[in-house]
């Protein structure tokens, strides 16, 4: 890495920037209101190649457009400008290690939630082992919360923007004042939905299962990389909605995003998921997950975007 974390380039309004000098207007929409779309898109460093493979480009790409379209954000970037920008400033702070790009799009200006105008972007590489701790585990011990995921009728999951994740902040904040890892939502007719930042399996007779994408969940590009991976293998994968007693039932179970890749569930409202440890499916969709992003397979390089 050339730069210090304290010191690192940011794309900001087209410019190459140190991060002190990115600056947004405080009383803007996306300060005030959340009014920004967003995504996080991982980068994973080949040694042997001595490369950095950006992973699933496109499918974030379509998701950003999509957020941004559902709430009515400018974006005035197509896809192989949001690209190029991307490239540019993960190589223009030369990172040859394992790393999240936050691309933002927001709202700027001095107008209110309602506003427009003003539409820019900002991105920022975000070396891994600076992400939440919460991902940095090898297993979690989770609740359901008692609030309810967003949904369709109010917020919809689907879009990924600054505001939904304060329902996931408060879930997140009542787990760990209950002593939990993280929590998993249910949706308003209170079926399994996701977690706060991630998407869930869970896999009973070796049958993995998990909920539908109208079922109250983010349309995870994770979520459709485990189900693909499984298939492959030979898998039978059910997407279909879960009752919450299941979660107190099932062999195995996960979450996973771009984040925290594929992370066992070891219990869920202190029921014990099956032996307590990571399970044998979850361990071998995890290790062909890795051999994936950093672009061991031959057959799923398709996926992946090399930044030098
Ligand atoms: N659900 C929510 C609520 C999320 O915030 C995330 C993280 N983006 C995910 C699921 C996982 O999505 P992805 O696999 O695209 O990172």
Redesign the pocket.
Known sequence: MKYEIKNRRIWFKGEILNVNDAKINILSPTSQFGLNVFE?IPCYWNEEEKQLYAFRLDEHYERLMHSARLIQINNKYDKEELKKAFIDIVRANEYCENISVRQTLFVEGFGSWGSEDFVDMFIAPIPRGNTSAEYNKKGLNVCVTSWRRISESNLS?RI?CGAN?IN?RVGQREALRNGYDTCIFLSEIGKVA??????LFIIKNKVIITPKLTDS??E????DTIIQIAKLKGYEVIERTIDRTELYICDEAFL????MEITPVLSVDKYIVGTGNKGEITKELHMTYLDIVKGKMKNFKKWLTPIY
Do not use: D, F, M, W
Request: proline share 10%.
């Open positions: 996080g999951p990924k994740y996931s996701e977690g706060p930042g991630s998407c969940v983010l995870s590009i994770t979520r996973c995003g771009s984040a």
